[in-house]
């Protein structure tokens, strides 16, 4: 899409609207795909936007725009969808990566268990839930309580962290360590150590490949972009 405005500008949401902060493309408020008012709940996030909106150039696009497409996310797809949301996040608990191990080679094992029983462990201590581990890839069940506690969790994060607690939860393929990551227990970088237990073991064995490589870049760089995220609303 070819840029069509000459400025952006951030207003207050003072339309009746709601409060926070919107962006004006030479004063027309913009609108989600879902045409719902672009509406930021802090001035440094809406800031944020009104940046990316100002450093297009002729022709826009949008893989340079992070936090509008995560501002877009928070509105459209949980905003008006947040039980589905929460559902599909709380659901990773049945199947979390943190729950399957390995039982062999013994560096395997003791990576596993460095860098994922405490996200674990940090959950039991923390909202009292405690979810089953196994070797192997066999499925096992976890408890009916623990699972309804671990969606109450979920459900108790507002639009814009429910939606960063969605993405970390789906790229790194644990709901455990994408609510370690939100609360502070882990940085990014005890974040991104533990997501990539598994592809760093590999890696050291076998080395890595374009397509592999390819994806970790994508992990990565979505993992960074929600740590801007996050400090912003």
């Known amino acids: 899409m070819k840029r069509f405005y000459k400025a952006a500008t951030s207003v207050p949401a003072d339309t009746g609207e709601g409060e926070g902060f919107g962006i004006a493309l030479d004063g027309r408020l913009v609108k989600t795909p879902l045409k719902q008012p672009l509406r930021a709940p802090t001035k440094a996030l809406v800031q944020a936007i009104q940046g990316e909106w100002e450093a ?17 996310s928070a509105i459209d797809r949980v905003g008006m969808r947040r039980e589905p949301v929460i559902d599909e996040v709380s659901a990773y608990g049945a199947t979390d990566l943190l729950c399957y191990r390995a039982d062999a080679p013994d560096t395997l094992v003791a990576l ?91 890696i050291s064995r076998w080395g890595e490949d374009a397509e592999a490589k390819k994806r970790r870049d994508q992990v990565h760089a979505e993992l960074t972009d929600l740590d801007r995220w996050l400090s912003l609303i």
Not at 60 to 72: E, H, K, S, W, Y
Not at 174 to 201: P, R, T
């Open 112 to 202: 596993q268990e460095q860098h994922w029983t405490p996200p674990l462990e940090w959950l039991d201590r923390t909202h009292g839930i405690r979810l089953a581990t196994t070797i192997g890839v066999s499925p096992i069940s976890q408890k009916p309580d623990a699972l309804a506690a671990l969606r109450a969790v979920v459900a108790s994060f507002d639009d814009m962290r429910l939606m960063a607690l969605h993405n970390a939860t789906t790229v790194t393929g644990s709901v455990v360590l994408a609510l370690s990551y939100l609360a502070g227990a882990l940085d990014h970088a005890g974040l991104w150590a533990a997501a990539m237990v598994d592809e760093d073991f590999q």
């Open 56 to 72: 297009q150039g002729d022709k826009i696009d949008l893989a340079t725009m992070p936090m509008t497409q995560f501002l877009n």
